[in-house]
Each structure stands twice: as structure tokens, then as C-alpha cells.
């Protein structure tokens, strides 16, 4: 299947390259006039989100060019530098690399194979089923039983996150709507937008209006105000940008305000991962504080059900009726 590249998706594409062009330069030039540090600590994590959106922006379109087989080779990649990662923050016996070898290089391929050929009762089960099965029993005959519980629990919940729930950004290309056909592009974007943009506006809600802290000893930035105006905030773009998807006004904005809050459980679940290894950021694998898992923290937690409620709810139901 290839993707349409119809004249939605370049509005879309250079709406918003001209909002991060315009943010760049706003950011640029706060952080030459901010003086104080309180002052150049926000400008520099707000400057470090826009890089975010360039980042996704540039996989995006990466995605659209190299068509559907690229695009999953791609997030297969992204998902190997994830779980990379992700196995240089847990504690892990020498034994327990073998495991980790197979999640990389076995269950990773497969999965992605499985979405490849639109095999998705196999996608779903390979990582939460045979993985899940599989993973103790390697972990119990090479490491023995010391830690087994807490070791074979890292490995799969970093698969989970890393392979299973971000490959389902990638397997919104493989929908098959009717009267959307090869426009599923643009269902990748509207969700990275959704989800970069909630990221940004909550921490603005926050700094500006930011009181009542939601988890202050996970991430003492995120207030329940900062939530609230960023999830509205959302819902409200999401709305705006129904033309570009299969979805009604009001579904659109269902599906963002959904997005918004799971992007957001998404993040603070990343920020509690941090907490408990030590480091503020994670590997330096991409621009910023913040590793790549701090990138897309949002996406792994949003992006499964986007997937299952345009396909299950959606397609089944309200296109193809009961």
C-alpha cells in the first residue's frame, strides 16, 4: 500500500513547520534576553519540547516518503533505540543480556512482521503472550532465582513499552477505512500533533496558572491546573483539525481530549522511571534534558488505543455498523 500525499497533509506538514519556525525564534530569543535561572531553566525546557516537535515532525515525514514497509522499518528502529535505552537504566544480571538479546532480536522483528502483514490477532499476542511467557523462563534458566521476579519484570515491561505499545503509531498506516483509503498518513500525524502539543500547552497552563501539583514527588512541575488547560486545550485543536481525519467534529475531539490525558499518563510514568533510576536524563541519544524514552513516553501510552478505537469503535461500528 502507498500512502496518498494529498493537499490536507501539506497543510498540516507546513502548519506546523511555520508554528516551530515561529516558536524557534521565540525561543531563540528568550533564551538571549531570560537573565535569571529560574528564568532560563523554563526557557530551556520549553526550547527542549520544540526540539521534540522537530524530531517527530522529521519522523513523520521520513514515515509518508518511504511508504508503509519504510515507515515500520523506521518505527522498528525507534524502537530498538528505545529498548536499548531502556536496558541501559534497569539493573541486570550478565545472564540477563541474553534475554534482552532475544526481546531485540526476535520478538521486535516478529511483531513488526506481524503488523507488516496486517496479521493483528498475532501482533497482539506475540509480545503479551509469548513474550510474557517466554521471558521468565529464560530469565529463571540462566540466572537462577536470585531477583527472577523483579529482573524477568523489567525486561517485559520494557518490551511492552518499548516494542508493543509504540508500534501502534506505525499500525495506524496500515487501517483500512473506507472513503479514507491511503490517507491513514495523515491519522500518524494528527496523533503526533495531538500529543507533542498537549506536551507543550500543559506546561505553559502550568507556569502560568499552576497551583495544586499532582504527584510532587514524581514530577513537581505537573499541576492539576497545567492538566486541565492542556487536555482543554487539546480537545479544542483536535476538533479543528476534523477535516484531516475519517472522524466527525465531535469525535475528533473525543479522540484528542483521550490522547491528551493518556499522552500525559505517558510522561509522568517516564518521569517515575527516572525518579527511580537516579538520572535526569537518560542517554543523550537525542536533543534536550531528556533521553528518547522522554520523547515518546507519550506516544507509547497513547498511540495503542487511538489504534483500537479507530479500528474496533470506529470501523466496526460506526462505519460498518454492528
Known amino acids: 500500500m502507498t500512502l496518498t500525499l494529498d493537499r490536507q497533509i501539506f497543510w498540516l506538514v507546513e502548519g506546523v513547520v511555520a508554528v516551530l519556525v515561529a516558536a524557534s525564534l521565540v525561543g531563540f530569543f528568550l533564551s538571549r534576553r531570560v537573565r535569571s535561572e529560574g528564568g532560563k531553566a523554563i526557557v530551556e525546557n520549553l526550547n527542549a519540547r520544540i526540539r521534540s516537535w522537530w524530531i517527530m515532525i522529521g519522523i513523520f515525514a521520513l514515515a509518508v516518503l518511504v511508504g508503509r514497509a519504510g515507515c515500520l522499518l523506521l518505527f ?13 537504566l534497569i539493573p541486570t544480571l550478565p545472564a540477563d543480556h541474553r534475554t534482552l538479546i532475544w526481546s531485540f532480536f526476535l520478538f521486535a522483528p516478529l511483531h513488526y512482521w506481524a503488523l507488516y502483514e496486517r ?10 503472550v509469548y513474550g510474557f511467557l517466554f521471558i521468565p523462563l529464560r530469565v529463571v534458566l540462566t540466572g537462577g532465582a536470585a531477583g527472577f521476579l523483579d529482573r524477568a519484570a ?6 511492552m513499552v518499548s516494542v508493543y505499545c509504540l508500534s501502534y503509531a506505525a499500525a495506524l498506516l496500515t487501517l483500512e477505512i473506507p472513503g479514507y483509503q491511503r490517507q491513514s498518513a495523515k ?7 495531538l500529543v507533542q502539543f498537549s506536551d507543550i500547552v500543559e506546561y505553559m497552563w502550568d507556569k502560568l496558572l499552576g497551583k495544586k501539583k499532582i504527584a510532587p514527588d514524581i514530577s513537581p512541575d505537573r499541576t492539576w491546573e497545567g492538566l486541565v488547560g492542556g487536555v482543554a486545550s487539546t480537545g479544542l485543536l ?3 483539525l476534523w477535516w484531516a481525519t475519517p472522524f466527525s467534529p465531535l469525535m475528533a475531539l473525543s479522540m484528542a481530549l483521550l490522547a491528551a490525558l493518556l499522552g500525559f499518563a505517558g510522561a509522568l510514568v517516564m518521569s517515575a522511571i ?4 537516579g538520572p535526569n536524563d537518560y542517554s543523550g541519544s537525542t536533543p534536550g534534558p531528556s533521553g528518547i524514552l522522554d520523547h515518546v513516553g507519550s506516544i507509547c501510552f497513547s498511540a495503542p488505543v487511538f489504534f483500537h478505537l479507530a479500528q474496533y469503535i470506529y470501523l466496526d461500528y460506526i462505519v460498518k455498523g454492528p
Open 76 to 88: 522498528a528502529f525507534v524502537s530498538f533505540l528505545v529498548l536499548r535505552e531502556y536496558g541501559s
Open 119 to 128: 496479521w493483528y490477532l498475532v501482533a497482539g499476542i506475540m509480545i503479551p
Open 154 to 159: 523489567r525486561i517485559q515491561w520494557g518490551l
Open 187 to 193: 491519522l500518524v500525524l494528527f496523533l503526533l500533533i
Open 238 to 240: 483536535g476538533m479543528g
Open 274 to 277: 527516572k525518579r527511580d533510576r
